[in-house]
Nanobody, 115 residues
């Protein structure tokens, strides 16, 4: 089992920045890819950014050039640096990890960007 705890969400004005963190605990030795997803009210959950165990990254077109995903394996943590935030980035952001034992999700953290 892997437990994920996200932090760093909040309210920010358009153009501002936030940094999300997701700390994994439990059976972390089996973790491979890590990623961030988001779900806006009334919309489906979508992938924002992912990072593999080899540090290859992938981003949604809507966040390229503004968001940066990174991971610190020594701390079992994945980060999402979000710059130049827009009102359309408002959503609940979820951390997800892929493990040999399955797929795990965090509880989510709210990000609200005011115009």
């Amino acid at each position: 089992q892997v437990r994920l705890v996200e932090s760093g969400g909040g309210l920010v004005q358009a153009g501002g920045s936030l940094r999300l963190s997701c700390v994994a605990s439990g059976d972390t030795m089996c973790i491979s890819a890590m990623g961030w997803y988001r779900q806006a009210q009334g919309k489906e959950r979508e992938s924002v950014a992912t990072v593999t165990s080899g540090d290859s990254t992938d981003y949604a077109d809507s966040v390229k050039g503004r968001f940066t995903i990174s991971r610190d394996n020594s701390k079992n943590t994945v980060y999402l640096q979000m710059n130049s935030l827009k009102p359309e980035d408002t959503a609940v952001y979820y951390c997800k990890v892929n493990s040999m034992r399955g797929v795990y999700w965090g509880q989510g953290t709210q990000v609200t960007v005011s115009s």
